[in-house]
């Protein structure tokens, strides 16, 4: 192989030595000799990493400031897809970003797809590497120079990618313009879940003052729920009176075939929940062909406080006559005969009078093992 050839496949050793001597931070002086000499500002290292890379990875401003006046890309990137700001976002070099931006660098590098979840091989965007790593001064300094507060990634948007307990990230973006009713792969806005936690009561309060959806539903593979539906499911009452308070619908369409909110609040077996829904409007003799009404619910196995719950829910006029019709398979008869089905051995007489007294027919077939009161 000529020489020439050979010496063109060979990485310019003025090249790794200016990468070394900017690691060892020597003085500019040094940096302008070795460039003086044949270095390159803009030719790569190894891997393609330039020697910008190297100053910005060794917080050395002067010199980053340096190959950028001799004519350094400031957006040039390695072989992974990282610029210099993806560096200094990564790290929370807040100087070094403020320096990258003015002498011209990109904010946002990945190109948008028609894609609601794009896979890429590309690395992330520098406001998501600056948030991933709670650099919040970075991440605000990005945004104010034109960050996407709404770049998608395969999980989601950048919203759906910060904790909802993460109140100083969550305001910061949707300051910014980040949409507070973002679906995440899974389906969930940030305010389902944020209702959903038993602590999140604040990061409800922040994305319901930005306008978040109170009525957003999941899709099929999340049983269509709302986020009244996921509130209920953390238990905490404060947050479900303020999502009442702000219109969150208790009852949905006839066609509605999952479990509603008020037979979620009775699965719980909290009284408190119950008689706040209750309060609320909620249908007390809303159907599902899988579970049944509220009653069919409150009279299954291990319910906690059931007889509390029993009784609120028959003086709010569920009625114990209901047969619930399913698509699919036999009917679920009137809730006696159910409960009467599968607690034939030892059912509980103080259930079984409330539900008489309160209409419920007695199955013909069913012989009482002890006094009935009505």
């Known amino acids: 192989m000529p020489t020439e050839c050979i010496s063109e496949c060979l990485p310019n050793p003025l090249q790794r030595e200016l990468a070394d001597s900017i690691i060892r931070m020597v003085p500019l002086d040094d940096i302008r000799i070795l460039l003086a000499c044949g270095a390159k500002v803009n030719e790569p290292v190894t891997q393609g990493l330039r020697p910008l890379h190297y100053a910005v990875w060794q917080r050395y401003p002067e010199a980053a400031m340096l190959l950028l006046v001799r004519g350094g890309d400031v957006n040039a990137r390695d072989e992974c897809g990282y610029s210099a700001l993806h560096l200094s976002a990564e790290h929370g070099y807040t100087e070094l970003v403020k320096l990258l931006l003015l002498q011209g660098a990109r904010v946002d590098y990945r190109e948008d797809t028609d894609d609601?979840?794009?896979?890429?091989?590309?690395?992330?965007?520098?406001?998501?590497?600056?948030?991933?790593?709670?650099?919040?001064?970075?991440?605000?300094?990005?945004?104010?120079?034109?960050?996407?507060?709404?770049?998608?990634?395969?999980?989601?948007?950048?919203?759906?990618?910060?904790?909802?307990?993460?109140?100083?990230?969550?305001?910061?973006?949707?300051?910014?313009?980040?949409?507070?009713?973002?679906?995440?792969?899974?389906?969930?806005?940030p305010l389902m879940k944020a209702a959903r936690l038993p602590q999140g009561m604040e990061s409800v309060l922040l994305l319901l003052s930005f306008g978040a959806n109170v009525n957003a539903q999941t899709d099929e593979r999340h049983d269509y729920r709302s986020v009244l539906h996921y509130a209920v499911l953390s238990g905490n009452l404060a947050t479900v009176n303020l999502l009442l308070r702000q219109g969150a619908r208790v009852n949905f369409p006839p066609d509605y075939q999952k479990a509603t909110p008020l037979q979620l609040a009775v699965l719980k077996g909290d009284p408190e929940l119950v008689r706040m829904l209750i309060h609320a409007g909620a249908d007390v003799n809303a159907s599902s062909p899988i579970i049944g009404t509220a009653l069919h619910v409150v009279c299954a196995d291990n319910i906690p406080n059931r007889l509390d719950l029993l009784q609120q829910l028959l003086e709010a006029g569920a009625d114990p006559n209901v047969l619930v019709e399913s698509d699919e398979g036999p009917p679920l008869r009137p809730v006696l005969a159910e409960y009467?089905?599968?607690?034939?051995?030892?059912?509980?007489?103080?259930?079984?009078?409330?539900?008489?007294?309160?209409?419920?027919?007695?199955?013909?077939?069913?012989?009482p093992h002890f006094p009935i009161k009505t």
Request: glycine share 6%; charged share 20%; with cysteine.
């Open 340 to 367: 009467l089905a599968s607690n034939e051995a030892q059912p509980c007489p103080v259930v079984v009078s409330m539900l008489l007294r309160y209409g419920a027919k007695v199955p013909g077939s069913y012989i």
């Open 116 to 189: 609601p979840f794009p896979r890429t091989t590309l690395c992330d965007e520098p406001l998501r590497l600056a948030i991933r790593n709670g650099h919040h001064e970075v991440a605000r300094v990005l945004l104010e120079n034109g960050a996407d507060p709404n770049k998608r990634y395969f999980f989601g948007s950048e919203i759906n990618l910060v904790s909802p307990l993460d109140l100083d990230f969550m305001r910061l973006l949707l300051t910014y313009g980040a949409n507070p009713d973002a679906m995440d792969r899974a389906g969930l806005t």
